[in-house]
């Protein structure tokens, strides 16, 4: 009797061992959960901006932040940029970050040098926060407008523009260029200056490759004219340049026969068979013929020519 009573009192013992301990468990779970829940409503409250959605901050204010792991600065005002995104809501504002090692190509797009960077955007205009980082700055910075004394970026270097979108695309070019060497040269084993080779090569060609493609289109946008063409049209000018020359010299010509014409006629190496023309100049010298009266003499005398004796 006495053994089943210490058999029982001991399964009721552990049995009420297991109960606290497992009740131990379920509080030490609840104070952990507890514990990780305000960092992850933090990390909910701050939108982290990547290149498939940054054209959310196109709209809508903005306050957005720049940063690496590895930047001390950053790592300083990490859990205070948590706190600003919790109070976002309230401010009316949206929170983001972005990770510059993760995103280059939006570091490129808006020309981030040093970090941590802070940009306020507001409706697709943005400016640089250049105050203090402490949490009431950034927020007295976004309830007392003082963005509004701050002048914006310029339209040429808004990261909407295609200089930027360019700029982007560079950055984003250029970490691509890197992980191709770092898999040219760890995971082949291809040497440094053969890395180097195969991009110089790789350049070379494409330099070629544009190069032609811009001389089609060239050709394509302003085609060259036959040359046979070219030859005539420059035949006709030059045909038409000579009339014009033969009737000026005709013209000049023609002014300068009526002085000649009379001072022959007045030597002594006139014929007789020259004297009604030498008349006629003679008189035109003190009267001026009409053109016409003139020619009608000149056909006169060459209709009569045949006819008449050659001495007389």
Request: charged share 25%.
């Amino acid at each position: 009797m006495c053994t089943g009573n210490m058999a029982g009192q001991q399964c009721y013992r552990k049995l009420e061992i297991q109960g606290i301990n497992i009740l131990l468990y379920l509080v030490h779970l609840l104070l952990i959960i507890n514990s990780i829940s305000p960092y992850a409503k933090a990390e909910s409250d701050v939108i982290t901006i990547a290149d498939s959605n940054w054209t959310l901050i196109l709209e809508g204010e903005w306050m957005l932040k720049f940063y690496a792991p590895w930047c001390p600065a950053c790592q300083q005002i990490q859990a205070d940029w948590e706190i600003f995104g919790k109070r976002s809501e309230s401010l009316g504002i949206s929170v983001g970050k972005v990770d510059v090692t993760q995103q280059p190509g939006l570091s490129g797009r808006f020309m981030v040098t040093t970090l941590p960077t802070i940009f306020h955007a507001k409706d697709g205009s943005f400016r640089r926060y250049l105050s203090s980082r402490a949490i009431e700055d950034i927020q007295a910075y976004v309830t007392d407008r003082k963005w509004e004394a701050v002048e914006p970026v310029p339209g040429w270097k808004s990261p909407s523009s295609f200089l930027m979108s360019g700029m982007a695309g560079l950055f984003q070019l250029s970490v691509w260029i890197r992980q191709i060497h770092s898999y040219l040269t760890d995971s082949l084993g291809i040497p440094v200056w053969g890395s180097y080779v195969i991009f110089a090569l790789a350049t070379l060609f494409t330099g070629l490759l544009l190069g032609l493609i811009l001389v089609l289109i060239a050709d394509c946008i302003c085609p060259s004219r036959p040359k046979q063409r070219r030859d005539k049209t420059v035949v006709y000018v030059k045909e038409d340049g000579s009339e014009d020359e033969i009737e000026d010299t005709l013209t000049e010509e023609k002014r300068t026969s009526d002085p000649d014409e009379s001072e022959k006629v007045s030597g002594e190496e006139s014929t007789e068979e020259d004297s009604p023309m030498t008349e006629v100049a003679g008189n035109g010298s003190d009267h001026a013929l009409p053109e016409g009266a003139a020619e009608g003499m000149v056909r006169k005398r060459k209709t009569q020519g045949p006819n008449t004796p050659e001495g007389t």
